[in-house]
């Protein structure tokens, strides 16, 4: 009989394992039991020996010709792919090379091979590891010898876990050993790919870990140099999972040294509010692995899980409503519009529209989903990639207070190229006055239609002024975008909750006051007129000014998770310029959107 392997659909045959298993056949007068020949039989003849000996023959050959292994140039190809797409989007006009290499370069069988190419071309083999040490063990427990070089990587930490060239130890709560608590992705020890979770840790340097403490362990490690040798007795389960492909958008700022329950500081990631994350694995519930998107190094820190953080902001809020109902106060998580009382569910707020120049005040109905909104923890969200299409604009929304400066900066935007820029029109319940045109100024309706069409969900918006009903349509919107222009609105901020869609996909921008001082300061310096006044006649009072710091603090409070860029509008000159910046970016560039508008 003889030993065969398939490589390309025909039969390989290897002399060794053949000879081997002839010689086995005969070896009938050797000292050894039936059991024992048996599994040395089915050994020989299984076909995941007969396919690594296969593997190695093939290996052995390509390294003697050296011609099958060439050495990588570069280690990021996904990069520089990101970059050259970035170059063909920003380029005025396409011309068809580049159209067909735009194309080319997003197929994912292509973006397949680079990210092979990359995980192949990260792997850091040198400098070359001195031989293992021959140990005679009588012991019959398994054990594992692995070779780390020293580096840089973070070798401080807490009594708990320990950074150990990019894994982290603890003891056993059961046992009392040391063990494996964490392999941190990109790290030396996941490089090697011999170190996993839940391994035991019996000595370090030749040196018996038995009955110490991870510090003392710690102290092994800062005094050895150059080359570190672990004993381990492998885990039954070695549970290596793939590095996820996630990415998430962090709506809080996290600083690993100021968090007294993380399993260790030093292997702890830093970030701020905005910070695109590679969430690179999730398998703790409380601890994720991940890393800055764009960061080069390859380690992975330690993050807060989502639930972990959650669990924390809900602590948090319940401490501060509980301090403020002691001092008497209305706790943040129920402060009303207008910030005068105290009741749970106001059911109006004020919004002013724009139409033809003038400013009307409209009672925009708030009664759904208020205490909803409030409630909704903002962590982290999932997140992807959107590159702009050719004659596709998202819709621009400029979210803010009452009287912060969105008409103007609005109608500056559309002034700009009022064929490229459009606002859609409202409809309204309310008679045609004389000289108006169904569709221009307005759409004119019934009320009953209007009402059964709030019912549907089909407004964006509504409220009632003076007995006649008033709204945006979301179809209106939908069909600017269709016909190649780009849509612009100044919406109530509870409109997000409807404009906030993989169809829509809104670019929204924060038009923030000043503080409080300034904003009193610049406006007055500049005459600026009242909006909550229907004729423009006077300024703006002591009272409005602080409404409309109020109402800041509630729309960040609720919804600021939601924006994408906030201009703070303290010069309308200097506000405007960056309001044009953002929308050519939008037009222009790549951006980060909820993960959901991409799929």
């Given at each position: ?303 807060p899980s989502r639930a972990l953080q959650e669990k924390r ?23 009303p519009e207008d910030g005068l009382t105290c009741s749970p ?255």
């Amino acid at each position: 009989m003889t030993s065969e392997v398939m490589a390309n659909g025909k039969k390989k045959v290897d002399t060794a394992l053949t000879d081997l298993f002839t010689n086995l056949q005969r070896a009938s007068n050797l000292p050894t039991t039936d059991e024992e020949l048996g599994f040395l039989n089915d050994l020989l003849q299984s076909k995941e020996l007969n396919a690594l000996v296969n593997i190695h023959n093939k290996i052995l050959t390509n390294v003697e010709r050296k011609r099958f292994f060439p050495i990588p140039v570069l280690s990021d190809s996904m990069q520089v792919l990101s970059d050259v797409l970035e170059e063909l989007i920003n380029q005025s006009t396409m011309s068809p090379d580049c159209r067909e290499l735009f194309q080319m370069l997003q197929r994912p069988h292509l973006q397949g091979l680079l990210c092979a190419h990359d995980s192949v071309a990260q792997k850091d083999y040198y400098p070359h590891l001195p031989d293992i040490p021959v140990e005679e063990d009588d012991s019959e427990e398994t054990v594992k010898i692995v070779q780390l070089v020293k580096s840089n990587e973070p070798l401080t930490g807490t009594q708990s876990a320990e950074p150990i060239v990019g894994a982290t130890i603890k003891t056993d709560e059961q046992t009392g050993k040391i063990v494996i608590a964490r392999v941190m992705h990109g790290g030396a020890a996941d490089r090697s790919g011999l170190i996993h979770v839940g391994d035991e840790v019996v000595e370090v340097n030749a040196i018996s870990v038995e009955g110490k403490t991870p510090n003392d362990v710690l102290t092994i490690l800062q005094n050895s140099e150059g080359t570190i040798t672990f004993k381990l007795i492998p885990a039954e389960s070695k549970g290596n999972v793939r590095e996820s492909k996630v990415r998430v958008r962090a709506h809080f700022d996290y600083s690993s040294s100021n968090d007294p329950y993380i399993p260790c500081k030093e292997a702890g990631l830093d970030f701020k509010k905005g910070d695109v994350l590679h969430v690179v694995c999730q398998d703790d519930q409380y601890w994720w692995q991940a890393r800055k998107e764009g960061d080069r190094h390859m380690r992975a820190g330690l993050i807060p899980s989502r639930a972990l953080q959650e669990k924390r902001i809900v602590h948090e809020r319940s401490l501060v409503a509980n301090e403020d109902e002691e001092n008497g106060l209305c706790p943040v998580s129920v402060v009303p519009e207008d910030g005068l009382t105290c009741s749970p569910k106001p059911s109006r707020c004020l919004l002013v529209a724009d139409n033809k120049n003038k400013t009307k005040k409209i009672i925009y109905d708030t009664a759904e989903n208020d205490d909803f909104d409030r409630e909704l923890i903002a962590t982290y969200e999932e997140v992807a990639k959107l590159y702009p299409r050719p004659r596709v604009y998202r819709p621009v929304v400029l979210i803010g207070p009452p009287g912060v400066g969105r008409n103007e900066l609005k109608r500056r935007l559309i002034d700009t190229d009022p064929e490229k820029y459009r606002t859609p029109t409202p409809y309204t319940s309310r008679p045609m006055k004389p000289g108006e045109v169904d569709g221009k100024e307005y759409f004119f309706v019934t009320r009953e239609q209007m009402e059964d069409d709030i019912d549907k969900g089909k407004f964006i918006e509504f409220g009632e002024y003076k007995g006649n009903l008033y709204g945006t349509s979301a179809e209106n919107v939908k069909d600017i975008v269709s016909s190649g222009h780009v849509c612009v609105l100044n919406p109530h901020y509870q409109a997000l909750k409807i404009l906030r869609t993989p169809q829509l996909k809104p670019y929204i921008i924060y038009i923030k006051p000043p503080s409080l001082d300034v904003l009193k300061d610049t406006r007055m310096a500049n005459h600026a007129r009242s909006t909550f006044d229907v004729n423009n006649s006077r300024g703006f009072t002591e009272d409005e000014f602080k409404d409309m710091i109020k109402h800041t603090e509630r729309i960040e409070f609720l919804y600021e998770h939601f924006f994408d860029e906030t201009i703070i509008n303290d010069d309308l000159v200097t506000a405007f310029t960056k309001l044009l910046t953002a929308v050519n970016r939008v037009e222009t560039e790549p951006l980060w959107v909820p993960a959901s508008w991409v799929q």
